[in-house]
């Protein structure tokens, strides 16, 4: 009998590209899942979107000088396309910033108000008397009270996870100036999660089956106390409140976003024609509800969307399980899209194979612990596992078959060997299922790949090569057999890398769609030809990884002395730069300086450059090459400064192989994203820009956070 599975996957914010550590802490598993139950004909609603009204999108915004909603249009169509090409298969992703949403987010913000678990009260907050405004907790930073460390938000800190009150942190400043901000009195509403806490204690302790951190998480708040939650803050972005006299408030992102999982299931079905279609899901008390989160937004789904779920309409389903997943790490350190560490989804889609990242995603799985991304153990299983075990066996199969055979042959007399096969195929499939259905992806995909290691014992054991010269009749039951396996294997496989797996069964000859689990166990069309094989996947080196992922494997980065300073001839604000680059030679940079240096205080000046960018005419003038400056949000732009160092060396970042061999457009180098620290130092993904001489610094100072470009 089938289930009905709803599957609601975290929210990514939309002001910035998606990093692997996303689509390992929820996107990846949530879509396992989803493909998984599919396949066992169950009735699966999988949905999510960009989450577009946080103060992370207005603190983008002021960086890059421009709207929100400009901003949210950006990366809600990358966000999209990238999910699509990593093989994401949401039912519906949509955005927090759709009329739909508002329009149920405020009905629940209603129902609330009116069941009395929605309440006015005047409280304290920091405002900043420069920027003339109330600050919302991502506008503060501070030293976190829990771990102390510096640059900890003021609604959580990123180092140790702890969800904070903002007047909980010391030290405290105001992100957009740097200035201290006041205590003001403003009025907000607020939800009343305590109302919630007997009822929420009761319902959880049924959920013994939930992962330990899950379980953890949330006994901690329960164990601390429920306190109600401001549900409005200060700002003009976001879902406004449904009441006349608050223009100047909008509801809370914590509220907005938890509920984007029922305004999208309502989408969903409008889209289908069908209104109420979201109701079997919702509705329904067989249903099973399911949500993919990395495990910082734990509370917020184990205690807050089911405290407004209850209050808002019993009827509905409360989360099933919450199989959150730890972090991903990259050398240690957990990736952060807000201070740039990361591998960038879009740069690794363009370099490699989808089902290449998904197959390491899906091994190296952070379910119970952090686990990291490392390049050697990316090509390391890459090469030896997908391309060595699984790949080898599905291509000498296919390749011998198809040489020797060209269809696929008939099954003759069993071995006890063939049997075992038979049954192999059986009990992985067991074991898989099981594996699966508890969440236990890295464990299923480990059950599968056994199954591809015993093909290959299997093949090399037979020895079809000796075989069609002596036995061609045996041979063929041998190749029949392989290819039982082979066809397992691309149903298992499917959920992990679903693209191979659409291949593999096409090679197969199957004319039908590959849609059901128990098509593993279809018998094979006797005489039906396959095509001719190709491999599935090919290998990558460690060269490949660091020139198609690290900017830096790309950039030229050399110190050079500023000659002579002209006038651009055709251009107000530009100014013509001859320098000296050392063993590199001479040559013209266009720069536009003028409304921040004087002639003479570049003349003479040791700056870093581009080396080996494209010649480009800039108003009638050519500049082989850019200069490297840093921005901050008052437009003040400071050169970066090397030292004391000669024209022509080269500038690079500690452990990160070098190679000048590519030629890169202007473009391209804005993606790198280099910043400004409080040592007025720069740093990419929180490692130091060096020369042989130490560490690069700015000319004069500017914000912490400034951008280079």
Same mark, same amino acid.
């Given at each position: 009998m089938s289930e009905t599975i709803f599957i609601g996957v975290a929210w990514p914010y939309a002001n910035g590209s998606l990093h692997l550590g996303h689509v390992a802490g929820c996107y990846l598993p949530a879509d396992i899942f989803a493909r998984f139950n599919r396949l066992q004909g169950n009735k699966v609603l999988m949905v999510s979107g960009s989450d577009e009204h946080g103060t992370p999108i207005t603190i983008t915004a002021d960086q890059k000088k421009t709207t929100p909603q400009a901003i949210v249009d950006i990366f809600n169509k990358e966000h999209t396309q990238n999910m699509k090409q990593f093989g994401i298969s949401f039912d519906l992703f949509t955005r927090t910033s759709t009329d739909h949403h508002k329009l149920v987010v405020q009905d629940i913000f209603k129902t609330l108000l009116k069941n009395n678990y929605i309440y006015k009260q005047e409280v304290e907050n920091y405002y900043c008397e420069k920027c003339k405004k109330f600050l919302p907790d991502r506008y503060i930073e501070g030293v976190c009270p829990h771990c102390h460390k510096e640059a900890a938000r003021g609604d959580q800190c990123d180092h140790c996870g702890t969800l904070l009150d903002v007047f909980e942190?010391?030290?405290?400043?105001?992100?957009?100036?740097?200035?201290?901000?006041?205590?003001?009195?403003?009025?907000?509403?607020?939800?009343?999660?305590?109302?919630?806490?007997?009822?929420?204690?009761?319902?959880?302790?049924?959920?013994?089956?939930?992962?330990?951190?899950?379980?953890?998480?949330?006994?901690?708040?329960?164990?601390?106390?429920?306190?109600?939650? $401001?549900?409005?803050?200060?700002? %003009?972005?976001?879902?406004?409140?449904?009441?006349?006299?608050?223009?100047? *408030?909008? =509801?809370?992102?914590?509220?907005? $976003?938890?509920?984007?999982?029922?305004?999208?299931?309502?989408?969903?079905?409008?889209? %289908?024609?069908?209104?109420?279609?979201?109701? +079997?899901?919702?509705?329904?008390?067989?249903?099973?509800? #399911?949500?993919?989160?990395? *495990?910082?937004?734990?509370?917020?789904?184990?205690? =807050?969307?089911?405290?407004?779920?209850?209050?808002? @309409?019993?009827?509905?389903?409360?989360? #099933?399980?919450?199989?959150?997943?730890?972090?991903?790490?990259?050398?240690?350190?957990?990736?952060?899209?807000?201070?740039?560490?990361?591998?960038? +989804?879009?740069?690794?889609?363009?370099?490699?194979?989808?089902? $290449?990242?998904?197959? #390491?995603?899906?091994?190296?799985?952070?379910?119970?612990?952090?686990?990291?991304?490392?390049?050697? @153990?990316?090509?390391?299983?890459?090469?030896?596992?997908?391309?060595?075990?699984?790949?080898?066996?599905?291509?000498?199969?296919?390749?011998?078959t198809y040489n020797n055979f060209g269809d696929i042959p008939k099954c003759g007399t069993l071995t006890d060997m063939d049997t075992e096969a038979r049954r192999r195929i059986k009990e992985t499939s067991k074991s898989v299922i099981a594996s699966l259905s508890n969440c236990s992806f890295k464990k299923g995909l480990r059950e599968v790949m056994s199954l591809a290691q015993f093909g290959n014992v299997y093949f090399d054991q037979q020895q079809p090569w000796a075989l069609i010269k002596t036995d061609r009749d045996r041979c063929g039951t041998v190749l029949h057999i392989c290819l039982e396996l082979v066809q397992a294997l691309a149903v298992f496989m499917a959920p992990f890398i679903p693209f191979s797996s659409k291949r593999l069964w096409e090679l197969l000859g199957h004319k039908k769609n590959l849609t059901s689990w128990d098509q593993a166990f279809n018998d094979l069309n006797v005489g039906q030809s396959i095509e001719k094989p190709k491999p599935l996947f090919t290998k990558v080196s460690l060269e490949e990884c660091m020139m198609e992922t690290d900017p830096f494997s790309k950039l030229d980065l050399r110190t050079a002395k500023i000659m002579k300073v002209s006038d651009h001839p055709n251009a107000d604000k530009l100014y013509v730069l001859d320098v000296d680059v050392g063993a590199l030679g001479k040559r013209t940079l266009v720069a536009g300086l003028k409304n921040h240096y004087q002639k003479q205080e570049l003349e003479g000046k040791t700056i870093v450059i581009v080396?080996?960018? *494209?010649? $480009? *005419?800039?108003?009638?003038?050519?500049?082989?090459?850019?200069?490297?400056?840093?921005?901050?949000?008052?437009?003040?732009?400071?050169?970066?400064?090397?030292?004391?160092?000669?024209?022509?060396?080269?500038?690079?970042?500690?452990?990160?192989?070098?190679?000048?061999?590519?030629?890169?457009?202007?473009?391209?180098?804005?993606?790198?994203?280099?910043?400004? @620290?409080?040592?007025?130092?720069?740093?990419?993904?929180?490692?130091?820009i060096q020369t042989d001489q130490g560490t690069i610094t700015v000319d004069k100072p500017v914000e912490v956070g400034a951008e280079v470009h």
């Open positions: 942190l010391e030290q405290v400043v105001c992100k957009l100036c740097g200035g201290t901000p006041i205590v003001k009195t403003t009025e907000h509403f607020f939800f009343s999660l305590s109302s919630f806490e007997t009822r929420l204690l009761d319902w959880i302790q049924q959920k013994e089956y939930w992962k330990p951190n899950v379980q953890k998480f949330t006994y901690n708040w329960l164990k601390e106390g429920l306190h109600d939650r $401001a549900i409005t803050r200060d700002m %003009q972005w976001g879902v406004p409140i449904p009441l006349e006299g608050y223009d100047d *408030k909008r =509801i809370y992102v914590w509220f907005d $976003a938890v509920s984007g999982y029922f305004t999208a299931s309502k989408l969903w079905a409008k889209n %289908q024609g069908k209104p109420d279609a979201w109701k +079997l899901w919702w509705k329904n008390p067989e249903a099973k509800h #399911y949500y993919f989160l990395a *495990k910082d937004n734990i509370p917020f789904h184990s205690i =807050i969307w089911p405290s407004i779920l209850m209050g808002y @309409d019993e009827d509905l389903n409360l989360p #099933y399980d919450i199989p959150a997943n730890e972090y991903l790490c990259l050398k240690g350190e957990q990736f952060s899209k807000s201070r740039c560490v990361g591998i960038w +989804l879009p740069d690794i889609i363009e370099a490699f194979d989808p089902d $290449a990242v998904r197959y #390491y995603l899906s091994i190296n799985m952070p379910e119970t612990k952090d686990s990291n991304w490392l390049w050697p @153990d990316f090509i390391a299983k890459n090469n030896d596992e997908l391309v060595g075990t699984y790949g080898n066996f599905v291509h000498r199969v296919l390749t011998f080396a080996n960018l *494209k010649p $480009a *005419k800039l108003r009638g003038v050519e500049s082989k090459g850019m200069l490297l400056a840093a921005e901050d949000t008052k437009g003040v732009v400071s050169l970066l400064k090397p030292g004391e160092v000669k024209p022509g060396e080269s500038v690079t970042i500690k452990g990160i192989p070098k190679d000048v061999s590519n030629i890169l457009e202007f473009d391209d180098f804005m993606q790198v994203k280099m910043i400004v @620290d409080s040592k007025q130092e720069i740093s990419y993904n929180n490692q130091k």
